[in-house]
């Protein structure tokens, strides 16, 4: 089993509409979760970073962790078509030696059609 | 514009040659991530220097390394260079060590012949 797994997709969606993209995660010691955005030919943008389980809203954009189901989610209201882009989670763990390295799901394509 | 810069943007090499890519984190930054993606592997972590020194090492081959230098630039060399080795490389730099915010740069495409 993958130590993080995200749908790819391709999701096409209308403009307007409410966007859900997920990931599931094994790994019980992750304890910080992004989410990023990546244009075509273009490096993943920090969108939303979440430490723990909760809710994080930011704008049109809210981010879910549920540590109990390793499940983390990302909603985007009112879709536009500049959010058309492939949406990246990330988590890591911490350990008492320091950083754990970033792990990335493989990322789920969205296009928002107008 | 997050602040990183990387260069060269495109890189087209042959099978056996060595290249190196350079990286400049954000102003502040002393964390340097080095990534692969690939369309069937994703965004794979490399290796992370913080502060000059080696902090941790994901899935990199002996065929490269890396080091961050006292002015906090990175560079990147891969060696003996294969086919698949072509891949988009991503460099992300961060003000601490635990490195839960990145910010990448545009990366370097390579591409090998």
């Known amino acids: 089993q993958k130590e993080v797994e995200q749908d790819p997709g391709p999701l096409s969606v209308p403009e307007g509409a409410i966007v859900s993209l997920n990931c599931t995660y094994s790994?019980?010691?992750?304890?910080?979760f992004m989410w990023y955005r990546q244009y075509s030919r273009k490096g993943p943008e920090l969108l939303m970073y979440?430490?723990?389980?909760g809710n994080k809203e930011d704008g049109r954009f809210t981010a879910q962790v549920d540590k109990s189901s390793k499940y983390i989610s990302l909603f985007i209201r009112d879709s536009q078509p500049s959010d058309s882009a492939t949406y990246l989670c990330?988590?890591?763990?911490?350990?008492?030696?320091?950083?754990?390295?970033?792990?990335f799901g493989k990322g789920t394509k969205l296009t928002v059609n107008p | 514009d997050s602040g990183v810069t990387q260069t060269p943007k495109h890189l087209i090499t042959a099978t056996g040659q060595r290249v190196t890519l350079r990286c400049s984190p954000r102003?502040?930054?002393?964390?340097v991530y080095w990534y692969q993606q690939s369309l069937d592997q994703g965004l794979q972590f490399l290796i992370q220097y913080y502060n000059g020194e080696e902090r941790a090492k994901g899935n990199i081959l002996e065929r490269f390394s890396a080091q961050q230098f006292p002015d906090l630039h990175s560079e990147l060399n891969l060696s003996s260079l294969e086919l698949g080795d072509s891949a988009l490389y991503f460099c992300?730099?961060?003000?601490?060590?635990?490195?839960?915010?990145?910010?990448f740069g545009p990366g370097t495409r390579l591409t090998v012949l």
């Open positions: 790994n019980s010691a992750f304890q910080y």
């Open positions: 990330a988590m890591s763990a911490v350990s008492q030696g320091g950083s754990e390295k970033l792990v």
């Open positions: 979440t430490y723990s389980s």
């Open positions: 992300a730099s961060s003000i601490s060590p635990s490195g839960e915010t990145q910010y």
């Open positions: 102003s502040g930054d002393l964390s």
